[in-house]
């Protein structure tokens, strides 16, 4: 399947560590975007990562886009425990640019 | 004020009954979505409306059908429903229907099929 694949599955760790996420896609993207659903809510859009583009900032967010190994991270610095939620990636592929395929995402919870 | 809204919140149901989803935007979007989050949270499209015309449909069953009164609804009507088809429903919104538009969800709509 096309669908974008985060990894690790669960990540748990303390107030004010970093915590990174991994996501790995198969096919060639146009765009590669982030979101954050807490629980029992609707994804909300983090940040967008276009296919030429290798290092994007948004406050506390770093996203990295590598795609000669089809995979992006998102770090998320001094953390809060307010970020605990799962984070999901999601692909606009080159042959189907009208749609966004979403992984299955990385349940974050930050301990205080 | 609420972007993009859902009705009900919840629904449960018994199986072989017929219900709907009601989807609404006020962000003035062209485009609108309809996904579905199984138990493992994978989320997985199924519709896609861009100005009242369907332009995306995955492999749904065709008793799920998507029904655009105008731009700023979707609705989805599920008919003789099945155990499997119990998850969270999501709408969602964005401005042309493009992969770099940001899309906006909705609350969801958690159904129970019993």
């Known amino acids: 399947s096309q669908q974008g694949e985060e990894d690790p599955q669960a990540l748990s760790i303390q107030e004010g560590e970093n915590a990174t996420m991994n996501c790995s896609y198969k096919?060639?993207?146009?765009?590669l975007q982030w979101y954050r659903q807490n629980s029992g809510r609707g994804l909300v859009h983090l940040i967008l990562?276009?296919?030429?583009?290798r290092e994007k900032h948004s406050g506390r967010l770093r996203v990295t886009l590598d795609t000669s190994k089809k995979s992006s991270s998102l770090l998320i610095t001094a953390s809060r425990a307010a970020d605990t939620a799962s984070y999901f990636c999601?692909?606009?592929?080159?042959?189907?640019?009208?749609?966004?395929?979403f992984g299955s995402g990385t349940q974050l919870t930050v301990l205080p | 004020d609420t972007a993009v809204s859902q009705t009900p919140k919840y629904l449960v149901t018994q199986m072989g009954n017929d219900k709907s989803i009601k989807c609404e935007q006020n962000?003035?979007?062209?485009?609108m979505y309809w996904y579905k989050q199984d138990s493992k949270k994978f989320l997985k499209i199924m519709f896609s409306?861009?100005?009242?015309?369907?332009?995306i449909n995955e492999t749904v069953p065709n008793r799920f059908s998507p029904k655009s009164p105008d731009k700023a609804h979707l609705n989805l009507h599920i008919n003789s429903l099945e155990l499997g088809d119990s998850a969270v429903y999501f709408c969602?919104?964005?401005?042309?229907?493009?992969?770099?538009?940001?899309?906006?969800f909705g609350p969801g709509t958690r159904l129970t099929v019993l």
């Open positions: 969602a919104s964005s401005q042309q229907g493009m992969g770099t538009d940001t899309q906006y």
């Open positions: 096919t060639s993207i146009n765009n």
């Open positions: 990562i276009r296919s030429n583009e």
């Open positions: 999601a692909t606009a592929f080159s042959g189907s640019a009208r749609q966004l395929t």
């Open positions: 962000l003035g979007h062209d485009t």
């Open positions: 409306y861009n100005n009242k015309e369907l332009i």
